[in-house]
């Protein structure tokens, strides 16, 4: 079992920037691909973005050249650098682990002038 605590949300003004923080409680989470979601208000959650063990990433086509997703294994942490933020970014974000399934509470981000 892990938990998975996330953190860095908060209220921005279009065209700026936040960094979440997802804080695993294991160390082998480095082995482990790790998830960013999020879920708008009556919108389903989608994955945001992806990124591997070794490093290699993937997101969704609407956050492409805007967001950043990074780890830091010997924190047991990973990021979800947010740049040019949109009204249509805001929601509710969550990280997640496919392999040990779990989810963080959460954190809200919200965009708006």
């Known amino acids: 079992q892990v938990q998975l605590v996330e953190s860095g949300g908060g209220l921005v003004q279009p065209g700026g920037s936040l960094r979440l923080s997802c804080a695993a409680s294991r160390s082998d989470f480095r082995l482990h691909a790790m998830n960013w979601y999020r879920q708008a208000p009556g919108k389903q959650r989608e994955l945001v973005a992806v990124?591997?063990?070794?490093?290699?990433?993937n997101y969704v086509d609407s956050v492409k050249g805007r967001f950043t997703i990074s780890r830091d294994n010997a924190k047991n942490t990973v990021y979800l650098q947010m740049n040019s933020l949109k009204p249509e970014d805001t929601a509710v974000y969550y990280c997640?682990?496919?392999?040990?399934?779990?989810w963080g509470q959460g954190t809200q981000v919200t965009v708006s002038s």
């Open positions: 990124i591997t063990s070794g490093g290699i990433t």
């Open positions: 997640y682990s496919d392999f040990f399934g779990a």
